[in-house]
């Protein structure tokens, strides 16, 4: 299978494309480095509006309650704060900030809750969950957990107690919500590398991408006070084995890495299919955005031939499958199943069928299992920042740095 351009959409050399959040009955919106959301018409893939957001960059964007059908609000986080916006009319709707005044990196929203992670301000990040019904104040703050950037947040789909959060501290932390202090909240920690993204390959696994491309598959630890944390599985540094820069997302079905060696810049589309990565059959792109670094991908569900993607060229591109769709899975797992974690009891859902032939699929780290305890606020750590997210300036971002405006 292969790829080719059906049409590219450009927004300046200067003016990065950061985010892209689908609203199918909408438009694709294309977070900028300028601070604009543009969107852009799915039929004609032209840009049809666009709001001024922000004086500065945008860190992260998303619809409220991971509506992509029919979304009517997204939020938007900068240094100056979170702003929500009606998308139909592009109206502002609330600007969110904290007490101390730090930046906004890092937003999730689901079950009628947004999540919102700063930048480190003092000794500690802070994450801050609003009820998306009301804006004046947050429903609930977790201010103790993470001594670094909150880069990653991520509401468990089919459980609205489960939150998880990841940062540049090292750490990946599992919250059960329904504590009402914050350190009984604290689940479980992962204690990784610097956090790039994380999240849920499954309802009670944990994936783990860190600002040094290491990557790693962890479990979701039962409820008791003291448990055996089981073995993670362990890629390790991924460049060299998955032939890449970096890796841009993990997406359900597949994971998008990028390089950006000068004259052999590529998109790599790699399946990634219940924690097997299947290198075999990786679609690649050659020059999907030059040698500039690929920021974001899309395979939108309505027609799974077409595949987006946005980068630090200033370019959204739009790509045609040339053998029909590429039948990749929306959701790791059909969300919309009610589930309790904390149970005791595994959830039984229906998962994806394996690849046959697959490569690079380690085995769990034959490392010692560790009795599991939560972190009290005096063990924690910081963790050196990886290369990845090092710089917070944009304009100062040298133009071969994998930049993370956060």
Known sequence: MSYSKLSSIAFGEDNWCLRMQPIYNRGLLTALSNGTVQIIDWNINKVVNSFQAHET????????NGDTLNATLAATAAEDSVKIFDVRSQELVATLKNEKSAPFVSLDSRHDILACGTELSGVDAELHLYDVRQWQQPVRSLVDSHHDDITTIKFHPSDPNVLLSGSTDGYVNVYDLTQDEEDDALHQV??????????WSSPNRIYTLSHMETFGIHELNKKQEESTEPKPIEFGDIRKPWDCNYVVDVCPGFIATGKTE????ELKLIPFINETVNLGSAITIPHAHGDEVIRDVLVPAPSQ???????????????????????VPTEFWPYSQAMDM????LPQVEMAEIDENPDNSPEPS???????????????????KGSKGASKSFKNASKHHRFQPY
């Open 342 to 345: 904390f149970k005791g009891e």
């Open 305 to 327: 031939e077409l595949l987006y993607s946005c980068g630090e060229d200033g370019r959204v591109n739009v790509w045609k499958s040339s053998s029909g769709p590429v039948n």
């Open 57 to 64: 960059p945008i860190n992260d964007m998303k619809l409220i």
């Open 366 to 384: 034959p490392a010692p299992s560790q009795t599991f305890k939560k972190r009290k606020s005096k063990d924690k750590k910081k963790a050196p």
């Open 190 to 199: 992962i204690n990784f590398a610097s956090i790039h993204t994380c999240g």
């Open 262 to 265: 000068e004259g052999r810049g």
